[in-house]
Nanobody
Framework: QVQLVESGGGLVQAGGSLSLSCAAS????????MGWFRQAPGKEREFVAAISWSSGNTYYADSVKGRFTISRDNAKNTVYLQMNSLKPEDTAVYYC????????????????WGQGTQVTVSS
């Protein structure tokens, strides 16, 4: 297991930008993935973006591709999510997650989760 501490989130108007960060500590695995999920009220938690730590390969949900960018800082064990051209439908609680091995889009295999941070996009 790994401890994840998020920062960022807030209120932004449609078309604006926000950046989220997630710092990991206590990691023992050399091969792992980190990602972002989001959950709107009354809906299931859904995949947003992820990155393979070893290869740097990135993965995005179709709804955010071209607008969101996931990146990493190996020295800081930190993953970032740059969100541009935000839409009201992006409003949700955003969660950072980590797991050993390869990236998957389902929530169940991700064993470590951050506390969540609210992103609200007004129109």
């Amino acid at each position: 297991q790994v401890q994840l501490v998020e920062s960022g989130g807030g209120l932004v108007q449609a078309g604006g930008s926000l950046s989220l960060s997630c710092a990991a500590s206590g990691r023992t695995d050399s091969s792992y993935a980190m990602g972002w999920f989001r959950q709107a009220p009354g809906k299931e938690r859904e995949f947003v973006a992820a990155i393979s730590w070893s290869s740097g390969n990135t993965y995005y949900a179709d709804s955010v591709k071209g607008r969101f960018t996931i990146s990493r800082d190996n020295a800081k064990n930190t993953v970032y999510l740059q969100m541009n051209s935000l839409k009201p439908e992006d409003t949700a609680v955003y969660y950072c997650a980590a797991k050993p091995g390869m990236v998957v889009v389902s929530t169940t295999p991700w064993g470590s989760w951050g506390q969540g941070t609210q992103v609200t996009v007004s129109s």
